[in-house]
């Protein structure tokens, strides 16, 4: 077991971060935040959502913000398809790469997508298999890796199962998501345990809320095990309209400190991170969850 030495950030801000704001932002400002974020230099960015605006309508307008962004060289702009008609209209506004969301919890699955998990993966084979033979790569989410807002604890089996099924499935990555951030170092360790008999270390991505404080200690306990692949959000924003107190992702500034304070690189300014959280501070009317951001800007 060993550190990486670089960590790629997935920005996911933009979508898991807004997703769950009441008051809508509007698309000139989500540009501004993605254009800003790149210039920060993550070149990884889940800008939007093709998802029903009738369960998230914060993410109604994310075809106009695919066609309307201006890309950044060497930047990957990303957006969230639950079917066959998601995809469809985000191959219309030109996305270059999507991701599918599964659970490796029945109720966590039919709340949030309104199907069982099965039926899940039925749905997203097809959606896989067309954006595959358009040389779209499709990223696969487990949701509820550590905890479950309906169940509670979930089996580290069940998420490698998942896991594994997607990724035979064709998608390029497993992001595991601790979608209401129960877990613990230790629960951390009995997934990975479990998950890495099922998938290969270079394709998981750790997706872990902030909720009860603990993403960092369990980011670097993923980290020990070699997961180089970590998912954030500016100023901690976000969380999940179908999990309740899911708040806050872990903050891309909390995690950019520890890898600097490490010695891993993730090529993010923090500097332009900053300016990033200060907008988003003046866009929403309230302070950074960050506690980096936070001691920093007060600097
Ligand atoms: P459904 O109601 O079962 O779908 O919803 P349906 O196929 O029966 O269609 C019902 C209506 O939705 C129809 O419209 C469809 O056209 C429309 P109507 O005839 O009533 O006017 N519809 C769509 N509209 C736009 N885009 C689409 C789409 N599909 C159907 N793609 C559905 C199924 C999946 C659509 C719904 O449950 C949904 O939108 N869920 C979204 C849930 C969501 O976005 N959750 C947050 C993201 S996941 C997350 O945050 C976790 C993550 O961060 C990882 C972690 O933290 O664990 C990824
Ligand atoms: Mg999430």
């Given at each position: 077991m060993a550190f990486p030495s670089h960590v790629s950030i997935v920005e996911v801000g933009p979508r898991d971060g807004l997703q769950n704001e009441k008051q809508l932002v509007t698309t000139a400002d989500k540009l501004t935040l993605i254009n800003m974020l790149g210039d920060a230099g993550?070149?990884?960015?889940?800008?939007?959502s093709f998802v029903s605006p009738k369960w998230v309508?914060?993410?109604?307008d994310s075809g106009d913000i695919f066609k309307q962004l201006t890309r950044k060289q060497g930047v990957q702009y990303s957006a969230l398809t639950p079917n066959m008609k998601g995809l469809d209209a985000a191959l219309e506004a030109g996305v270059e790469e999507v991701a599918v969301f599964g659970a490796a919890s029945e109720s966590f699955s039919q709340k949030n997508i309104n199907c069982s998990i099965s039926e899940s993966l039925s749905r997203f084979e097809p959606l896989i298999e067309k954006a595959k033979a358009l040389n779209i790569p499709v990223r696969g989410y487990v949701s509820c890796v550590m905890g479950c807002p309906y169940e509670g604890k979930i089996a580290p089996k069940a998420v490698a199962d998942v896991s594994e099924t997607l990724l035979d499935m064709g998608c390029y990555e497993i992001s595991l998501g601790d979608?209401?951030?129960?877990?613990t170092p230790g629960a951390t360790k009995a997934l990975m345990d479990e998950v890495l008999n099922a998938i290969p270390v270079s394709k998981i991505a750790a997706h872990f809320h902030d909720t009860y404080g603990q993403a960092l200690v369990n980011l670097y306990t993923a980290m020990e095990y070699g997961v180089a692949v970590i998912d954030s959000a500016v100023s901690g924003l976000g969380g999940c309209p179908?999990?309740?107190?899911?708040?806050?992702?872990?903050?891309t500034e909390d995690v950019v400190y520890m890898l600097n304070g490490m010695g891993i690189t993730s090529n993010v300014d923090m500097d332009k991170l900053l300016d990033t959280s200060r907008f988003v501070q003046s866009v929403l009317g309230r302070p950074p969850v960050s506690k980096v951001a936070t001691a920093l800007l007060a600097k």
């Amino acid at each position: 077991m060993a550190f990486p030495s670089h960590v790629s950030i997935v920005e996911v801000g933009p979508r898991d971060g807004l997703q769950n704001e009441k008051q809508l932002v509007t698309t000139a400002d989500k540009l501004t935040l993605i254009n800003m974020l790149g210039d920060a230099g993550l070149t990884r960015i889940e800008a939007g959502s093709f998802v029903s605006p009738k369960w998230v309508p914060q993410m109604a307008d994310s075809g106009d913000i695919f066609k309307q962004l201006t890309r950044k060289q060497g930047v990957q702009y990303s957006a969230l398809t639950p079917n066959m008609k998601g995809l469809d209209a985000a191959l219309e506004a030109g996305v270059e790469e999507v991701a599918v969301f599964g659970a490796a919890s029945e109720s966590f699955s039919q709340k949030n997508i309104n199907c069982s998990i099965s039926e899940s993966l039925s749905r997203f084979e097809p959606l896989i298999e067309k954006a595959k033979a358009l040389n779209i790569p499709v990223r696969g989410y487990v949701s509820c890796v550590m905890g479950c807002p309906y169940e509670g604890k979930i089996a580290p089996k069940a998420v490698a199962d998942v896991s594994e099924t997607l990724l035979d499935m064709g998608c390029y990555e497993i992001s595991l998501g601790d979608t209401i951030g129960t877990g613990t170092p230790g629960a951390t360790k009995a997934l990975m345990d479990e998950v890495l008999n099922a998938i290969p270390v270079s394709k998981i991505a750790a997706h872990f809320h902030d909720t009860y404080g603990q993403a960092l200690v369990n980011l670097y306990t993923a980290m020990e095990y070699g997961v180089a692949v970590i998912d954030s959000a500016v100023s901690g924003l976000g969380g999940c309209p179908y999990a309740k107190g899911a708040s806050g992702n872990v903050a891309t500034e909390d995690v950019v400190y520890m890898l600097n304070g490490m010695g891993i690189t993730s090529n993010v300014d923090m500097d332009k991170l900053l300016d990033t959280s200060r907008f988003v501070q003046s866009v929403l009317g309230r302070p950074p969850v960050s506690k980096v951001a936070t001691a920093l800007l007060a600097k």
